[in-house]
């Protein structure tokens, strides 16, 4: 399942963010960037209607291979740099908890903090290597809630 409804395509995406650099202010004769972000996780979680999907976390979390983590959020990196996107709400840090939460789920690297401490690692930085900047979420715990 793909949550689109808060997004739209990547000319989409590019065009807003043109637009919102276009309308900027300037300070002091500059004109700084702005911080343009998205929630952006490539899975359930996919802003940008019709992006490359990457690997789904707990693809690549069940894979334990944090080399192809780099890879994909590299990609991934590469990709919101491409529509204007500069921060990246993203990677999911938490753990898979019981059943009963289905917030996290796929969103997840694993059940386990040593499972996904490495993919965590991995993700954010390869994303930075874009000029994209990554927001590792939640707070602790947000994973073993339950509704």
Known sequence: MQNTAAGGTAAQVRALTDALRAAGPVVAGEKPDLLLGTDQEYGWVTRIVGARAAAQ????????????????????????????????????????????NYVIGSRSFGSYARQVAPQVAAAGPRAAVAAVAAGVKHFPGHGNTTP
């Open 57 to 100: 976390c707990d693809d690549l979390g069940a894979a334990g291979r944090p080399d192809l983590t780099e890879i994909a959020w590299a990609g991934a990196g590469q990709e919101l740099s491409a529509v204007g996107i500069n921060v990246d709400f993203c990677p999911d840090a938490d753990v898979i908890g019981p059943p009963s």
